[in-house]
């Protein structure tokens, strides 16, 4: 809940590292931005990458008849708009953008720009 509230970057990447997630340099996660509480340790974020306020990284996934792991990896500098769900297993590419209110549910090439309730190219 710190690292959520906290107006600070670098203390939220330092919670976040302390939580076990891989977290590149000059990471900015805006207000809000919610992890996985189970599995952080999955998480990796690239360099100079942006994640948009109110967004969640899953790396976990409960079903109806199964439960699902996945590690997510958002690569260098890629911009994640505001209110964005990224489930398991998801890999985002370096310089990917991925416009605000998208659930990214597959993987997004480097450089790609898409968005959308599933994602598509933009």
Request: glycine share 10%; net charge neutral.
């Amino acid at each position: 809940m710190a690292a959520r509230h906290s107006p600070s970057l670098a203390l939220k990447r330092l919670l976040y590292r302390a939580m076990g997630m891989t977290v590149g340099r000059y990471v900015s996660f805006a207000w809000q931005v919610t992890p996985d509480l189970f599995f952080p340790e999955l998480i990796q974020v690239g360099d100079n990458s942006i994640i948009g306020y109110n967004t969640t990284i899953l790396a976990h996934e409960y079903l109806l008849d199964e439960w699902r792991t996945g590690p997510v990896w958002i690569g260098a500098n890629v911009t994640i708009g505001a209110n964005c769900t990224i489930l398991p297993g998801v890999v985002i590419g370096d310089n990917a953008m991925i416009s605000a209110m998208s659930l990214v549910n597959k993987d997004v090439s480097p450089g790609a720009r898409v968005g959308g309730v599933p994602i598509r190219p933009l």
